[in-house]
């Protein structure tokens, strides 16, 4: 039977350091799927930080935008994270100019997908939207889609855990 956890906050709020434990907690070799493009030298650096963070027991899968194209039927999987899957997203359609219905209804389809395997599913987001209203319009849309695809996760999510400076709160189910 399968189950959907979201972990969602801040940047720098110990989403990921939080969704690592839990994932150890529930299987001794994890998977972990990456959706990091390495843009420049520094991301670069900061995922090989997380790689070496994480050590030798999990899995390591590095996917930008295709969740579903790997098996992980039976296996406890995070996936880090939704805001740069989403931005891979963004991105590899800039050419065709499409609207942010259509990212988010793609983003949507590949989640189902992904997400109809028998395993445990992690996802790790930002809160985005959570300041001031952008003053750049490519800024505004991509927040746009991922507050929708964010709200689209919780509202499958069996967990959703709002980290607050790297304290969790379970926010789903509520107690």
């Known amino acids: 039977m ?3 956890i979201l972990i969602t906050g801040g940047q720098r709020s110990g989403k990921s350091s939080y969704a690592e434990q839990l994932a150890l907690s529930l299987s001794e070799h994890p998977v972990y799927m990456a959706t990091a493009k390495a843009w420049d030298e520094e991301f670069r650096m900061r995922i090989k930080r997380h790689q070496e963070r994480r050590g030798p027991c999990w899995t390591n899968i590095e996917e930008e935008r295709y969740l579903s194209h790997h098996d992980i039927t039976n296996k406890v999987v995070l996936i880090d994270c939704v805001t740069l899957w989403l931005t891979n997203f ?6 065709r100019e499409a609207s942010v219905d259509e990212l988010l209804e793609e983003a949507k ?3 189902d997908l992904f997400t109809r395997q028998d395993a445990t599913f992690i996802f790790v987001t930002n809160e985005i939207g959570s300041g001031g209203v952008s003053d750049n319009p490519l800024q505004r849309r991509f ?15 069996d967990t959703v855990i709002l980290m607050v400076s790297g304290i969790p709160v379970t926010i789903k189910p509520q107690s």
């Open 109 to 111: 389809s590949e989640f």
């Open 90 to 95: 963004f991105f590899a359609a800039r050419d």
């Open 143 to 157: 927040t746009d889609l991922e507050g929708w695809m964010n709200q689209y996760i919780a509202s499958r999510a």
């Open 2 to 4: 399968s189950e959907i």
